[in-house]
């Protein structure tokens, strides 16, 4: 299936803006109440799932296991425009292979089954990959405390790591790495709806595309 024209218009944006990854990712706590906060894009996959990455003891991961239905809202500045994505979104934490219910049903909601994306197996390969290419200060946060816990309650902050290296050969080290990468997961989205707004252009534009029943879109153009 050729690519939707959605992730062309977001290819040619992040072509142009390389340094634009941040977007606002809105979730549903489980009272239903709307949570929003900036995540760092990490990446598309062949099947154009839009990743990012997360602490599995953060709250987005409860969230999403709670209702996988996301949105975000990402604004780049230097061409002034703006996508807003809607889709289904799941956490693909560091133990998938060993839980192949909870696997299956990550697939099914990704809509992944045949597709490259469809194994427990890639999602490791690229949890890896991912966690190899984050800065060395990204990766020490999830070997420090639980996030949100009250400071009282956890060791003095001058014993945290600082920095980490992705891998390492001593025994030591290799424990750190271990416990942090144990809480680095990748948040997948699925998109269903997007829209692309386009503010540089009198009059503006504003583009939606819709996923139909059959895995294709379609397009309409409306008034901004
Ligand atoms: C520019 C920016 C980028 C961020 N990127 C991420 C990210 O990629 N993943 C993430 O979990 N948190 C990221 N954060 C922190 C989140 O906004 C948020 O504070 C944290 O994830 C806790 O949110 P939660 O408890 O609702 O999950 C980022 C914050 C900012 C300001």
Not at 124 to 135: A, D, F, H, N
Not at 206 to 214: G, H, K, L, N
Request: charged letters at 30%; aromatic letters at 8%.
């Amino acid at each position: 299936m050729s690519k939707p024209a959605w992730a062309n218009a977001l290819d040619q944006q992040l072509k142009e803006n390389p340094k634009a990854l941040s977007y606002a990712f809105s979730t549903l706590s489980s009272e239903n109440k709307p949570k929003v906060r900036f995540v760092i894009h990490r990446g598309v996959t062949p099947s154009n799932l839009l990743l990012t990455t997360t602490d599995t003891r953060m709250s987005k991961p409860a969230h999403l296991a709670h209702s996988p239905t996301v949105e975000l809202a990402w604004w780049i500045e230097d061409t002034n425009v703006q996508f807003r994505i809607t889709g289904q979104a799941y956490t693909l934490p560091p133990d998938l292979s060993s839980k192949s219910d909870e696997a299956s049903k990550i697939i099914e909601g990704l809509k992944m089954e045949g597709k490259e994306e469809g194994s427990a197996e890639w999602w490791e390969k690229k949890r890896k990959e991912l966690w190899g290419g984050v800065s060395g200060h990204l990766r020490a946060g999830f070997g420090r405390p639980t996030p949100g816990k009250k400071l009282e309650e956890v060791e003095g902050s001058d014993k945290w790591p600082e920095t980490i290296p992705a891998e390492s050969d001593d025994p030591e080290e290799r424990k750190t790495i271990e416990y942090a990468l144990e809480h680095f997961a990748i948040i997948a989205i699925r998109p269903e709806a997007v829209e692309f707004l386009e503010l540089k252009p009198i009059p503006n534009r504003r583009t939606q595309w819709t996923v139909q029943a059959d895995g294709t879109w379609q397009e309409s153009k409306v008034a901004p």
